[in-house]
């Protein structure tokens, strides 16, 4: 059985920074590509950061380039995302994704694992 975890998120201030985790379980996490996705309330879940299944593959949102940073850890089977510089439009819940499939990393459909989310939230 696959789980996906996600942990870290809060309540910060613009131009704070916060670390989420994704623990995975029940997978091979080193064959999988992996995302993170957010969702803000009245919107459609959409990419932010991501791996493919291709060794040093990384894909970023352009509206979170340069601010946050994607990584893994294969033995810990964890994936975190690094978010400096915050703003109040990243405000949304957080998701992690994973998938066996060799599919378009920022495509919701592509990923057949989610987690529960985690509440990101920047004030002014």
């Known amino acids: 059985q696959v789980q996906l975890v996600e942990s870290g998120g809060g309540l910060v201030q613009a131009g704070d920074s916060l670390r989420l985790s994704c623990a995975a379980s029940g997978l091979t996490f080193s064959s999988v590509a992996m995302g993170w996705f957010r969702q803000a309330p009245g919107k459609e879940r959409e990419f932010v950061a991501g791996?493919?299944?291709?060794?040093?593959?990384?894909y970023y949102a352009d509206s979170v380039k340069g601010r946050f940073t994607i990584s893994r850890d294969n033995a810990k089977k964890t994936m975190y995302l690094q978010m400096n510089s915050l703003k109040p439009e990243d405000t949304a819940g957080y998701y992690c994704?994973?998938?066996?499939?060799?599919?378009?990393?920022?495509?919701?459909?592509?990923?057949?694992?989610w987690g529960q989310g985690t509440q990101v939230t920047v004030s002014a």
């Open positions: 791996f493919g299944r291709s060794v040093g593959s990384t």
């Open positions: 994704a994973a998938t066996y499939q060799w599919g378009v990393t920022y495509r919701v459909s592509t990923y057949d694992y």
